[in-house]
């Protein structure tokens, strides 16, 4: 979907870094972490529902 190269990323996460500032990061890195979490357990419960 997305083909993201080196460069591209280091300009992604310099944009994050202005936007949020260094101190903000680990919290907001944590909170997507999390979120990704709870996302791939509905997706896998959800298919689990399908499946039987």
Same mark, same amino acid.
């Given at each position: 979907?997305?083909?993201?190269? &080196?460069?591209?990323?280091?300009?992604?996460?310099?944009?994050?870094?202005?936007?949020?500032?260094?101190?903000?990061?680990?919290?907001?890195?944590?909170?997507? &972490?999390?979120?990704? &979490?709870?996302?791939?357990?509905?997706?896998?419960?959800?298919?689990?529902?399908?499946? &039987?």
């Amino acid at each position: 979907m997305f083909n993201f190269g &080196g460069q591209e990323m280091i300009v992604i996460f310099l944009i994050v870094l202005l936007l949020f500032g260094a101190k903000k990061l680990p919290e907001l890195a944590r909170g997507v &972490g999390k979120s990704m &979490g709870e996302f791939k357990k509905a997706r896998n419960d959800f298919e689990n529902e399908i499946k &039987g």
